[in-house]
């Protein structure tokens, strides 16, 4: 894919994805923004139930 047609692609993605992008507003209504919360807490619960008295972890 040369430059042009990959620039133009990804403009494209942006623009089309634009409605999903609105951060600030999402923060400010104390959303979150990423996925580092979601993956703490999977890793918090997985770690927990892997860490009961007769669990086997392979």
């Given at each position: 894919m040369n430059c042009k047609k990959s620039r133009q692609s990804e403009i494209g993605y942006f623009t089309k994805q634009e409605y999903r992008m609105h951060y600030?507003?999402?923060?400010?209504?104390?959303?979150?923004?990423?996925?580092?919360?979601?993956?703490?807490?999977?890793?918090?619960?997985?770690g927990q139930r892997l860490k009961q008295s007769g669990s086997v972890g392979e």
């Open positions: 600030k507003l999402f923060r400010d209504n104390g959303l979150f923004v990423g996925l580092g919360v979601l993956e703490a807490g999977c890793k918090t619960v997985i």
